[in-house]
């Protein structure tokens, strides 16, 4: 039996997203065991971003700095703005390394069922940085889902007054992939996407 002080920390760490019961417990006795080279180093750095975690007030963005990282890079092109639903889509996104832009981060989406209305989204403060001009391009890059369509649909809406080109990620099939493993509404976006054959 472990101690409170122990099991807590398992508990926390159980709550976290992709960690159960099991796999806290797992992770508790690796830090334990590696008390110097893995506790006492994850601890000093979950207490740095403690100390100076800020939410970026141009985008959203979650960093240790306000502007974030993202918006104060000089080499980003300013000119184009990749709409996302939230910190982790930017971040996946990012990753990838092929969006040479800045983010806007909404903060969730629309959804009737669990109350969520245009108010409860950073959109005023979208359509904000784009009518303060300078923006080419505006990529709506919501998840395929009826509310992630239904936000971006929205946007579109509110936007379509500024001279953007507006554009979308496309939606289909995943690179890969075998056709008869597909639900029925990626074939459905897949075929309607479809283009020349070059």
């Not at 796999?23 to 006492?40: D, I, N, P």
């Not at 100076?52 to 092109?77: E, K, M, Q, Y």
């Not at 909404?106 to 950073?122: H, I, N």
Request: hydrophobic share 40%.
């Amino acid at each position: 039996m472990a101690s409170p002080e122990i099991e807590t920390l398992t508990q926390a760490l159980a709550r976290l997203p992709g960690l159960g019961p099991r796999s806290a417990r797992r992770a508790v006795l690796h830090l334990l065991k590696k008390r110097e080279t893995a506790l006492a180093p994850l601890l000093r750095a979950l207490e740095a971003v403690n100390e100076r975690l800020a939410t970026c007030g141009i985008c959203g963005n979650v960093d240790t700095t306000d502007p974030c990282g993202i918006c104060a890079d000089p080499r980003r092109d300013a000119r184009a703005l990749c709409v996302v639903e939230d910190v982790p889509d930017l971040w996946a996104l990012d990753r990838s390394r092929l969006f040479p832009g800045r983010y806007h981060v909404l903060g969730g989406r629309l959804s009737a069922l669990e109350g969520v209305r245009p108010e409860d989204l950073r959109i005023d403060s979208l359509v904000s940085r784009i009518a303060a001009g300078g923006i080419d391009e505006v990529v709506l890059a919501m998840n395929a889902t009826l509310e992630g369509q239904t936000t971006a649909h929205y946007i579109a809406e509110r936007i379509e007054r500024f001279p953007v080109r507006l554009t979308q990620l496309a939606h289909g099939l995943p690179v890969g992939g075998e056709l008869d493993y597909l639900d029925e509404g990626t074939l459905a976006q897949a075929l309607r996407a479809r283009r020349p054959v070059a």
